[in-house]
């Protein structure tokens, strides 16, 4: 199942380069790894991510729609999906807002220092305010913009790399990507 532990672990297993993982704050300040802003599609639960303290998003089984073998799986903190990856991939995290972050970039610097994981995490956004503020916060971590759709010159702004909807990735916008020092990531591919 997405964005759990069992995910993690299988990942480095097969000796994945990189894990991606989402991240969000949970009502009582806990960085939680969660990719929506409710648990519908991963358990069934409306329970909405900013609106929950973390042991309420911890007792719901996030696992059991991917199959039986999966029913101990719940949402994870950073702190533990860090461990699972620490010294086996590498870790790019997505930080989600849906417009409730209270202190996302700072919660989530001190827990990938706490875990000793600097150099082993990339971190991006569609919020391009949360990703400049995690780029002040840390300049020398690497932090990209993510995009889905065109929005005005993203090579003009200030990032590490660009995360774009593999359409945008055009022979026209790679090009002057790289010359612009962005590296450019595409997704999602099948």
């Known amino acids: 199942p997405e964005n759990t532990l069992a995910a993690f672990r299988l990942a480095t297993e097969q000796?994945?380069?990189f894990v991606e993982l989402d991240v969000q704050e949970s009502s009582d300040g806990e960085v939680v790894v969660v990719h929506d802003s409710d648990l519908m599609k991963i358990g069934g639960s409306p329970l909405k991510v900013w609106e929950a303290t973390a042991a309420a998003l911890r007792s719901v089984d996030i696992?059991?729609?991917?199959?039986?073998q999966f029913a101990s799986e719940r949402v994870p903190t950073l702190a533990e999906a860090l461990a699972a990856c620490k010294g086996r991939a590498k870790v790019v995290v997505e930080l989600k807002s849906y417009g409730h972050a209270q202190r996302l970039e700072e919660r989530v610097a001190?827990?990938?220092?706490?875990?000793?994981?600097?150099?082993d995490c990339v971190f991006m956004s569609l919020d391009h305010a949360m990703m400049a503020r995690m780029k002040a916060l840390r300049p020398g971590w690497r932090c990209g913009l993510l995009a889905a759709q065109t929005m005005g010159d993203l090579i003009s702004r200030p990032a590490d790399f660009l995360a774009v909807r593999a359409a945008m990735a055009t022979p026209g916008f790679v090009p002057r990507a790289h010359p612009a020092g962005r590296d450019v990531y595409r997704w999602a591919l099948n």
């Open 63 to 68: 696992g059991s729609h991917t199959g039986p």
């Open 15 to 17: 000796g994945a380069d």
């Open 110 to 119: 001190a827990i990938v220092e706490a875990a000793g994981m600097e150099d």
